[in-house]
């Protein structure tokens, strides 16, 4: 595989509920790094 992405593609289709578990880790990731990214705007994360 080539990328990451391909990877998490890959299992994703082989495996199902690993896939979901991958899929709860990203949107957890966006969620985290809109807080830190908001909180950085508002002086706090200094």
Known sequence: MA???????HVREAYPEIGKDFDEA???SKIVGDMTEQRREEGDGE
Do not use: G, M, Q, V
């Open 26 to 28: 990203e949107s957890l």
């Open 3 to 9: 990328t990451w992405n391909d990877y998490k593609n």
